[in-house]
């Protein structure tokens, strides 16, 4: 079936270092939806990107879009304790149009 | 502004017992809602999504239920909970395209011993 996978799972870095995490979807997306979770709380959306090879940029968070539409990263520049979560991307399929998460990666920062 | 409710906020159940999870939207009208869980330390599982009053999808089989009796009030039920319903229950809605962004509530955390 459709799928979404994110890689990697969890990540741990000393504060002031740089974090990426990355997004595959098993089929050509219409568009990406980036979400946060902190520890505790509920996602909540940070940003959709629509276009084939997009960029956009959030203060020091840069999210891009891939050329087939298929893959996403979302880079987090000089990372801070207030970055501590879990990253989502999600999808909305073809067949259907419900948004479809990946499994997340959860951020750690050491300060 | 719209906001989405869902309540409670934290329950512990024993196997065997029935659960009812509310959700409520205000400030919109005919939102797509939909039901998600999240086992501890893992990713968004789409349950329930409703684009409408008495239209229910369901995507996984399970041992779980929605039901949207108004416009803006989606509930997730069960009659007998298991273990592996352990969980934290995310409500959410869209309006327009099942495409465009989610807002969730707060969820409910679900211990079932």
């Known amino acids: 079936g459709q799928q979404v996978m994110q890689i990697p799972q969890y990540q741990h870095v000393q504060e002031g270092e740089d974090f990426t995490t990355y997004c595959n979807s098993s089929t050509t997306l219409s568009n990406i939806q980036w979400y946060k979770q902190r520890p505790g709380g509920h996602p909540v959306f940070l940003i959709q990107l629509v276009k084939s090879g997009e960029v956009k940029k959030q203060k020091r968070l840069t999210f891009q879009f891939g050329e087939a539409k298929k893959n996403s990263s979302l880079h987090i520049t000089a990372t801070q304790t207030t970055d501590v979560g879990t990253y989502f991307c999600a999808g909305p399929f073809s067949n259907t149009g419900k948004l479809i998460f990946g499994q997340g990666t959860t951020l750690q920062v050491k300060p | 502004s719209q906001t989405i409710h869902q309540w409670p906020a934290t329950l512990v159940q024993p196997v065997g017992s029935p659960l009812s999870l509310e959700c409520t939207v205000e400030?919109?009208?005919?939102?797509?809602l939909y039901w998600y869980r999240q086992a501890a330390g893992r990713g968004l599982q789409l349950l329930f999504y409703?684009?409408?009053?008495?239209?229910i999808s369901s995507e996984v089989p399970q041992n779980l239920s929605a039901s949207r009796p108004q416009d803006r009030q989606f509930i997730l039920s069960s009659k007998k909970l298991l273990l592996s319903d352990s969980g934290f229950y995310l409500c959410?809605?869209?309006?327009?395209?099942?495409?465009?962004?989610?807002?969730f509530g707060e969820g409910s955390r679900l211990t079932v011993l």
């Open positions: 400030g919109t009208s005919n939102p797509n």
């Open positions: 409703s684009v409408g009053i008495g239209q």
């Open positions: 959410a809605w869209t309006g327009g395209t099942h495409a465009g962004e989610l807002f």
